[in-house]
């Protein structure tokens, strides 16, 4: 099936019995979370790519809400990152990626609460004039700390399941992945983590930069900056790097 994003005005796809969709956008931070659950469990799946700028209204019908990532397998259809996430996990238990501790699942959940700030403040900075970008960046820098202090206080790691992946690396991952691209955009090196103030964070990366998943998932900071310049100055181009 073709990568390049549906518009207003497109025809969905015939879907096929038994085949789960993902309802996409290639470079949305919360579609890519529920793409890395897909392929680090390996689950048969398709895409459909959509252009949200110009939505069509199949879409909007699947969900009210408009945004990606959507899931649909005959008549079930999961919105959300995190309910279609933790909907793949539940469906496919092997490899769980949950905590089952609950304690563990608890503070993954206040993480994830936390996430919301580190997210802001990426996109923020990122479209920031320059004389507001120091400030944004201290910001940044102590949502960062907040994340390096609960990587230390688990004491384990790499990742913040451990020795393994658990959801939470994966619902972090996205906005981490697009990080670098901050320096890039603002041409600043300020921008860029310190691996001496955020060891832990750094191995983290460094870590999940290995897995399969990331890989299969996961863009490089100079396209994420492409992306995202288009996407800041209100002209995103979905169908950025395709070669169809
Ligand atoms: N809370 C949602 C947020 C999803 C979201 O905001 N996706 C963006 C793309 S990155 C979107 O679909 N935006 C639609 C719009 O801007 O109208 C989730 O976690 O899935």
Not at 45 to 54: A, Q, R
Not at 98 to 116: I, T
Not at 126 to 140: F, M, T, V, W, Y
């Amino acid at each position: 099936m073709s990568l390049k994003a549906h518009a207003q005005g497109s025809t969905c796809p015939p879907t096929k019995p038994g085949v789960l969709r993902l309802y996409s956008m290639r470079f949305c931070p919360f579609a890519h979370r529920t793409r890395l659950v897909l392929h680090h469990k390996n689950i048969p799946h398709e895409v459909v790519n959509v252009n949200l700028k110009d939505k069509p209204d199949w879409f909007l019908a699947l969900n009210p809400l408009g945004n990606a990532p959507v899931l649909q397998i005959d008549d079930k259809i999961v919105v959300e990152s995190t309910a279609t996430s933790e909907w793949l996990d539940d469906v496919y238990p092997e490899n769980r990626l949950q905590p089952s501790d609950p304690y563990r699942r608890a503070w993954d959940r206040v993480l994830l609460e936390y996430m919301g700030k580190l997210t802001n403040g990426f996109y923020s900075a990122a479209g920031s004039p320059a004389a507001e970008l120091q400030g944004k960046l201290d910001e940044i820098m102590k949502h960062f700390q907040f994340f390096e202090d609960k990587l230390r206080e688990r004491g384990e790691g790499p990742f913040f399941g451990g020795s393994k992946p658990c959801m939470f690396d994966f619902f972090f991952w996205p906005t981490f992945e697009r990080y670098p691209a901050l320096a890039i955009l603002q041409d600043s090196p300020a921008a860029r983590l310190d691996p001496q103030r955020f060891p832990k964070l750094t191995a983290l990366g460094k870590a999940m930069e290995r897995l399969p998943a990331v890989k299969a998932a996961g863009l490089d900071a100079e396209k994420h900056s492409v992306f995202i310049k288009g996407y800041l100055a209100g002209k995103p181009d979905y169908d950025l790097f395709l070669e169809e």
